[in-house]
């Protein structure tokens, strides 16, 4: 919010004043770096995600420090939360023998998870998962297990076999469908994945900031009274869907990572 | 491209727009005014409404079908209900996509 805090600061940018609506632009998204280690430049983004490490380490850390048989306080949130993962993402696509994925799933979820809060807490207010640069990471890390395990576990003939030909599929049709699902499987899967993270994120932070803008905007002693209350309300709303959709996308991406590794196991039935 | 030149022209001098225009293009998000892409209609907002046509079918067939099945089998609302929001997911998808490329395909 560079420059439209520039804007605002000014003080007097208000509708009838002169100034058109400082509407959200891609420039909001690009934060000028705090500071350098070496080479890594470190802005908002940067420092929101090493913050949700540490929060989700440290929520995991104190719940299941000392378990106890009959748990209380921390590790009740925190069994909730992995029984979740376990039994809603987990088992229907891995089953019980795939239990050996459960801490990495967990931290795939919650670690998206909080990292879209931060979008609605307030001096945050920024989801570090709308800059590209962050799912494209994590969707790459799970096209790399899936890629890795299906090769390793079937051949890479064998796992190419599993992705290109679905079971059932005549032999009429394979000159058509193997370069289609290679081309799905193997390239669409990790776009998809990572721009469906991405654009919740973005379209959900540019709402947010047109309704605020709009709510300073309007404010003046005229009607734009009235308009910026109504938009006041509408911010309200928009920020109750975004927590649906911040905890949604948590869950369909981490979902989806389950079944594609569920793929490189055996071939989907 | 000499009509198209003509003809904004005209626009101009008959509703006097040229100040509107001007500050259209110096408002519009991430683009340097670039006159083909901006004069007539705002293409980044075209291509959300076209992408949000498919996706919109998709999502009122996938939770018209939901509400139809727990009618039918109310024991089975469990299930259905999870699998909808994974449907309702990579649905909306489709459409978030449409949203987000106008902010960086210019």
Known sequence: MNHVVAAGAAGSCHIFSGCGFPSPSIEDFYFTPLFKVGPVAFGKPGLLLLLSTLIVVAFFFAAFRRPQLVPRGAQNLGEMGVLFVRDQILRPQLGKSGDKWLPFLVSLFFFIWVNNIMGIIPILYFPAMSKYGYPVALAGMVWLIYMGLGIKKQGVGGYFRTLAIPSGSPWWILPLLIPIEIFSNVFVRPFTLSVRLFANMLAGHVLLLVFSLATWYLLTFSIGLLFSATSFIVLILVTALEVLVQALQAFIFTILTATYISGAYEAAH | ?106
């Open chain 2, 1 to 106: 491209m000499q009509h198209l030149v003509h003809l904004h022209h005209l626009l101009y001098v008959a509703s006097g727009a040229r100040h509107a225009l001007a500050a259209v293009a110096a408002s519009t998000p991430g683009t340097v005014g670039n006159p083909i892409y901006y004069h007539i209609v705002n293409l980044g907002a075209l291509t959300y409404g076209l992408a949000a046509i498919g996706p919109g079918v998709g999502i009122g067939l996938i939770f018209g079908r939901t509400i139809e099945s727990i009618a039918r089998q109310p024991e089975a609302a469990g299930r259905v209900t999870g699998l909808m929001w994974i449907g309702f997911a990579l649905t909306e998808s489709l459409a978030l996509i449409g949203i987000a490329v106008p902010f960086f395909i210019k």
